[in-house]
């Protein structure tokens, strides 16, 4: 027979999931009508890369990952910085223009994804059953 847990330790636990699931969903994001598809680990910025954004907002009046077009271009610089690419965020955001030219944040495509089930998909596995 199972022991009751103790409802700080069953709220405590709930946390534990609820932040490893974050931190294993990733948003595909997918300006309609260009080639560019990307993807955003919100909740799992790497330190480095944090490092990197702290830097660059000490310049900047207002938060770097804010709503609409300019947010996703940010969103974008920072999967790249994730991804290990050394640029700039002028640099995307002026290749943004060029691949993007046009784009509305209504034709912006965003869906939340499973990180661990896209990497298989990419590797041609299939994702274990839990």
């Given at each position: 027979?199972?022991k009751?847990?103790?409802?700080?330790?069953?709220?405590?636990?709930?946390?534990?999931?609820?932040?490893?699931?974050?931190?294993?969903?990733?948003?595909?994001?997918?300006?309609?009508?260009?080639?560019?598809?990307?993807?955003?680990?919100?909740?799992?910025?790497?330190?480095?890369?944090?490092?990197?954004?702290?830097?660059?907002?000490?310049?900047?009046?207002?938060?770097?990952?804010?709503?609409?077009?300019?947010?996703?271009?940010?969103?974008?610089?920072?999967?790249?910085l994730?991804?290990?690419?050394?640029?700039?965020?002028?640099e995307?955001?002026?290749?943004?223009?060029?691949?993007?030219?046009?784009?509305?944040?209504?034709?912006?495509?965003?869906?939340?994804?499973?990180?661990?089930?896209?990497?298989?998909?990419?590797?041609?596995?299939?994702?274990?059953?839990?």
């Amino acid at each position: 027979m199972a022991k009751a847990k103790r409802p700080k330790q069953e709220a405590a636990e709930n946390e534990v999931a609820a932040r490893l699931s974050r931190a294993a969903t990733v948003l595909e994001i997918h300006p309609i009508g260009t080639d560019l598809t990307f993807r955003f680990a919100a909740f799992n910025v790497p330190i480095g890369v944090q490092r990197t954004l702290h830097a660059e907002l000490r310049a900047e009046p207002v938060d770097l990952l804010g709503r609409g077009l300019p947010g996703v271009v940010a969103a974008w610089w920072v999967s790249r910085l994730a991804g290990g690419e050394d640029v700039t965020l002028a640099e995307v955001e002026s290749e943004w223009d060029e691949r993007c030219a046009g784009t509305s944040i209504s034709s912006v495509q965003v869906e939340a994804i499973d990180a661990a089930e896209a990497v298989d998909a990419e590797k041609g596995e299939a994702a274990p059953e839990s």
